[in-house]
Structure formats: C-alpha cells, structure tokens
C-alpha cells in the first residue's frame, strides 16, 4: 500500500469515527482530496486507492491535470475547483470541470454560464462564503448570499448545490464550532427555498472533526492525504 493510500484510510477513519460520535453515518460526508500544487503522479497513487473527488485551486495547473489524465483514459473522476476564480480564467473552468465550489460573486457565476458548453451538463455551484470575516480571505457575505443564489439559481448552464467556507485557523473548538453552526443553520435555511442544495463543504484537516459534527456533508482534504502544500498564486 502506497503512502497516499494509508493516508487516504486515516482520513476515512478519521471521518467514520467523528460521524459515529454524532449518530451520524460516514456515508454521508463526501470526501475531497485538495489536490492542488501536487504532482499528477499523486492524484493517481489516490485514484488507484479508490479516490474519485479531488479538488484544485490553481486554473491552469488543474486544467493540464484534467486534461492529462483525460487522455490517459481516467474519466471517472469528479474535479471540483476550489480557489479563488478570476474572471479572466473562468472559460477553462466552466469547459473541464464538473463543480466550483468557490463562487463569490455575480460577475464569476455569469462568465461560467455563458461559457459552460451545451453539450456538458450544468456545472454545479456551491457559493463561498466568509463565515470568518477575515479581510484576506474569499467568500460573500451572509446578507448577500441570498441573492447571489437566487440568481445562479436563474442560470440554465448552472446548479446550485451548496455552500462552502473556510473556518478561522485556530485550535480553538468552541470559536470553529460557532462558524460552523452559524453556515449549517444558513445552509438549512436556504435548502428550503433551493431544494437542489445538498452540499455543506466545510472541514479541512484540522478541524474535519468539529465539521463533521456540526453537519457538513464533504470535507476537503490535502495535507492529510498528500503532505503539506506548496502554495503560490496562479
């Protein structure tokens, strides 16, 4: 068994047992594999170990490994874009993808309808939110989620899923569990007007446990399964 795929049973059990504390079930919380910044040999070693939902950040490194393993015959995997999107890197995203779970803004949501190809299912949409109000972090604001996704609700090329937001970093629970409830009873609120919400990704692998408690139903995952990150802008 490779590296990855150790790493990949750790986060799984890891998961199981934080679903189990809360009389949840694991099958209910999906997991991303943040693959971004990592070798396409990496993304394989986990596709090998039965992962098929990975996450990327940066536009054009996601699209070559899209495209790399396309032509190598792997089609069964999810890609999800997770980072900051610029709207003059939106066309490669709405052709290769599958999801963005990052949208922020009118402006980026509208370039991914316009330039989603009609024979590609829509691309489903999760909105970013700044649960933390940290000013160097993405995501929209509580009172302007509502009708961000009333408007990519409109759009034909697109599929509202979900919510998704990064917590504070910190090790403290209580703080980490007051972000997380506050986007979990947001999320429930919208699900009743947008009955196509299904996802809460919220969870990283620090804080997995405290998300998972709290409701999230997929978790995005990096370091734990692939060792710590080189970050860079795109």
Known sequence: MSDIAQHLLQVQTRIAEAAALVGRSASEIQLLAVSKTKPLAA???????????????????????????????????????????????????????DWVDSVDRLKIAERLNAQRPDDLPPLNICIQLNISGESQKSGTTEAQVLDLATRIHQFPRLKLRGLMAIAENTEDDAVLKQSFLRLQRLFGTLQQQFPSMDTLSMGMTHDLEVAVACGSSQVRIGTAIFGARDDRQD
């Open 43 to 97: 993304v394989l070693a986990a596709y090998q170990a039965g992962q098929r939902r990975f996450g990327e950040s940066y536009a054009q490194e996601a699209v070559q490994k899209v495209q790399a393993l396309r032509d190598a015959g792997v089609s069964d995997i999810e890609w999800h874009f997770i980072g900051p999107l610029q709207s003059n890197k939106t066309r490669p995203i709405a052709e290769h993808f």
